[in-house]
Structure formats: structure tokens, C-alpha cells
């Protein structure tokens, strides 16, 4: 049963032709208005690197 029931969704699946609500590659993303990389993920200077 538990197949048959998989079998149906995935014919499902491909049978609709549903618009997808959560789209990765929306052109209103945040991540596409920022530069790259974004000012806070990045060094203004070189970390200073000292061995005790």
C-alpha cells in the first residue's frame, strides 16, 4: 500500500502543472540586492595573527 501510495504522489507530481510558491531563484531575493561579499562579512584590515 505504502508504494502504491508513493507511486500516485509521484504521478501526481508530474502530472500538475502547480506554480512553485517557494522559488529559489526569485529576482526579489535579498541575497541578489546586496554586493558581493556583503560589507559585514568581510575585513575592513588583516587580522593580526600573534603566538603566546
Known amino acids: 500500500i505504502g508504494i502504491m501510495f508513493m ?6 507530481s508530474f502530472i500538475n502543472k502547480n506554480i512553485n ?9 535579498i541575497e541578489w540586492l546586496q554586493n558581493s561579499p556583503p560589507a ?7 587580522p593580526i595573527l600573534s603566538i603566546f
Request: hydrophobic fraction near 45%; charged fraction near 15%.
Open 40 to 46: 559585514e562579512h568581510s575585513y575592513s584590515e588583516l
Open 7 to 12: 507511486m500516485i504522489i509521484i504521478w501526481k
Open 21 to 29: 510558491l517557494f522559488s529559489l531563484n526569485t529576482i526579489s531575493s
